[in-house]
């Protein structure tokens, strides 16, 4: 039988010891394949090793457990069983939310022996259960789908944005405050861009990416704040970082993985899907 693999990030150094150290005698077979202290690390680390286990802090650095659980959902590899998710965690408040976002368990810190056994044991149970391991991508995505707001459509995300953004201009007389003009610096200029006319927005690191017919433009905003100001009718989140504007699909497509790539009009840019919004494009 293949050796389990898991995949530990926390960021208090003293906590992550204690945990190996736990694991080390609980679960002396389990192999700790990479520790990491921030989200950002969680993620690129468990999609090059493909780890069986990922034991998640979720307040760290990058990215917070849940939202690199998100991410891990959206880019795991068809050919391998999506891993189990426990979360640790100092904050009780956290600990439905976690089991809501497909927990397979979780523990509290500082993390006692007594309770990681019990957690141990209900890894080892459902580890030995093929079937259901088979269709953990497929829980945890349906619970994402179910729990994070805006998906299926454009919503807030917890975070609530910020209307005045010197970015963004609304529509005054609008109780929502939907987004009606964006202003991008393009050098010295400033280009006013009708919300119309945008195909869809890409976030990256800082900024987000404009993109119209004519040109594409940045402007220094988060995804987070952008969001709540749209109107979800017109425009949908397809992926963690990517929100496009229904008027302009023209066509969707299934490849033979199941994964699915938009075409729009009035631009040869192709958009991929993600699994947790995948839903939207059902034949109707």
């Known amino acids: 039988m293949t050796q389990l693999r898991a995949l530990v990030a926390e960021d208090e150094p003293i906590l992550s010891l204690t945990l190996l150290r736990h694991l080390e005698k609980l679960w002396p077979d389990l192999q700790i394949c990479s520790v990491v202290d ?9 999609l090059a090793q493909l780890p069986d286990i990922l034991f998640l802090d979720i307040k760290m650095p990058g990215k917070t457990g849940l939202e690199a659980a998100q991410e891990l959902a959206e880019e795991w590899p068809d050919s391998k069983p999506f891993p189990l998710i426990v979360y640790v965690t100092a904050y009780d408040e956290f600990a439905v939310d976690a ?12 993390v006692s022996e007594e309770r990681l056994s019990k957690t141990v044991t209900r890894l080892q149970a459902r580890l030995d259960n093929g079937q259901e391991r088979s269709g953990e991508l497929e829980r945890v995505v349906a619970q994402l789908r179910n729990l994070i707001p805006g998906v299926g459509s454009v919503g807030n995300l917890g975070h609530p944005g910020s209307a005045g953004n010197s970015n963004l201009s609304t529509a005054s007389n609008n109780a929502t405050e939907k987004l009606t003009l964006i202003r991008a610096a393009v050098g010295n200029q400033i280009r006013m861009i009708p919300i119309g006319d945008v195909l869809y927005f890409e976030a990256t690191d800082k900024y987000i990416n ?6 594409s433009s940045l402007i220094r905003v988060s995804l987070r704040e952008l969001l709540p100001q749209l109107d979800s009718n017109q425009f949908w989140q397809i992926h963690r970082s990517t929100v ?9 497509t299934r490849d033979g993985a199941g994964k699915l790539t ?7 840019d192709k958009l991929q899907v993600s699994r947790v919004y995948a839903h939207l494009f059902k034949q109707m």
């Open 262 to 268: 938009l075409k729009l009009r009035g631009n040869n």
């Open 38 to 46: 921030n989200g950002v690390f969680a993620v690129q680390e468990a």
């Open 244 to 252: 496009v504007n229904t008027q302009y699909i023209h066509t969707a």
């Open 99 to 110: 089991f809501e976002h497909a927990a397979s368990d979780y523990v509290l810190k500082p």
């Open 210 to 215: 404009v993109v119209t017919a004519e040109h």
